[in-house]
């Protein structure tokens, strides 16, 4: 609830320190903490996209890599 919640939108990278404009939406879920149909957001640009889909992917929480523009 509180992440949708959130007054804005945040448009930059997601990795730690980087907060470079974000190009890609990686969409992912935890099934231990949530709902099947819940998708959480991480942005990442060009040149975070793979490590940050590898961490998912490697829980096996990815779900979906979609282009992102703010
Ligand atoms: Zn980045």
Known sequence: ????AAPTMPT???ARGCGKPATWALL???PKIHT???R???LACDE???SLSDFLDR?????SVEPFSA
């Open 40 to 42: 959480k957001t991480w």
């Open 48 to 50: 975070h996209k793979d």
């Open 28 to 30: 992912w879920n935890n």
């Open 59 to 63: 829980r096996s929480f990815l779900r």
């Open 36 to 38: 099947p149909d819940r």
């Open 1 to 4: 609830m509180t992440e949708e």
């Open 12 to 14: 930059g990278c997601s």
